[in-house]
């Protein structure tokens, strides 16, 4: 019976897989093996050498030094030195089997949802270093608390602000300026506005034009002659002087 190609193909393919096959050695099977381990310095049989809650193999960069302060990441809790430990920032709630809580390097992450960078001290690049952002160190973002957002650049470093506020009301301002100089407080001052007098002052005391062209009557000035008092004389003498003209005309 002529041997099959396809399962001689197989029969060398599991040899050749079989002489090199050997996985390398994971005793504490934190991903790390053991030869590899103890050329960092690392203990091969405690899956957590630094005792932050992060298994050696998973700890970001773990071979490097990421704030210069002589040890590889796989053997700092605080990779950042930003005050906050690896395990929290990585949203660890629980520690790894391997973690000694007596070092006191590994502290629970309240809320895992939120995460930091541990291997960059202020995540959001905005001047403020997780630690201080995150205040009480519990990975909880606690506003109510006077905390600000590790995540979020724009609120670090403008808990009050000090700068000139743009609102145009006049009086103090007792608002809280929070972020930005765009103020958003209330402004309990109160200006007094000017009055403006838009509407046309009547002029008292000036009548109609008299006859002719001049006040009939100058009434502010006591004791003044009533020009209207003469009408009835003028009259009279107007009459006479008609009669008159007419008598003379009917004269021979
Ligand atoms: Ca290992
Ligand atoms: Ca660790
Ligand atoms: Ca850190
Ligand atoms: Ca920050």
Same mark, same amino acid.
């Given at each position: 019976m002529t041997k099959s190609p396809v399962l001689a193909s197989l029969a060398l393919a599991l040899a050749a897989a079989g002489a090199h096959a050997e996985l390398p050695v994971?005793?504490?099977?934190? &991903?790390?093996a053991d030869d590899v381990e103890v050329a960092w310095g690392?203990?091969?049989?405690?899956?957590?050498?630094?005792?932050?809650?992060?298994p050696d193999g998973l700890e970001?960069?773990?071979?490097?030094? /990421?704030?210069?302060?002589?040890?590889i990441n796989a053997l700092d809790?605080?990779?950042?030195?930003? &005050?906050?430990?690896d395990g929290l920032e990585l949203g660890y709630a629980k520690p790894d089997?391997?973690?000694?809580l007596g070092k006191g390097h590994f502290i629970a992450d309240l809320d895992p949802a939120t995460r930091t960078n541990p291997?960059?001290?202020?995540?959001?690049?905005?001047?403020?270093p997780d630690g201080a952002e995150d205040?009480?160190?519990?990975g909880v973002y606690e506003p109510w608390l006077g905390e600000t957002d590790p995540?979020?650049?724009?609120?670090?470093?403008? &808990?009050?602000?000090?700068g000139p506020d743009?609102?145009?009301?006049?009086g103090s301002d007792t608002g809280v300026d929070t972020g930005s100089d765009t103020d958003t407080g209330s402004d309990t001052g109160s200006g007094t506005d000017a009055p403006v007098d838009a509407g046309a002052d009547a002029e008292a005391g000036q009548g109609a034009a008299g006859?002719?062209? &001049?006040?009939?009557? /100058?009434? /502010?000035?006591?004791?003044?002659?009533?020009?209207? /008092?003469?009408l009835p004389l003028l009259a009279v003498l107007a009459a006479a002087v008609v009669e008159d003209r007419t008598g003379r005309a009917s004269e021979p």
């Open positions: 994971d005793t504490d099977g934190d &991903g790390l690392l203990d091969p049989n405690d899956a957590d050498t630094d005792d932050d809650g992060v970001y960069l773990w071979n490097e030094d /990421s704030d210069g302060d002589g040890l809790y605080d990779s950042d030195d930003d &005050g906050l430990p089997k391997d973690t000694d291997v960059k001290a202020d995540t959001d690049g905005g001047g403020v205040a009480n160190h519990n995540n979020n650049p724009d609120d670090d470093g403008h &808990g009050t602000d000090a743009t609102d145009t009301g006049t006859l002719f062209g &001049g006040p009939l009557c /100058s009434c /502010s000035a006591a004791g003044a002659t009533d020009a209207r /008092s003469l």
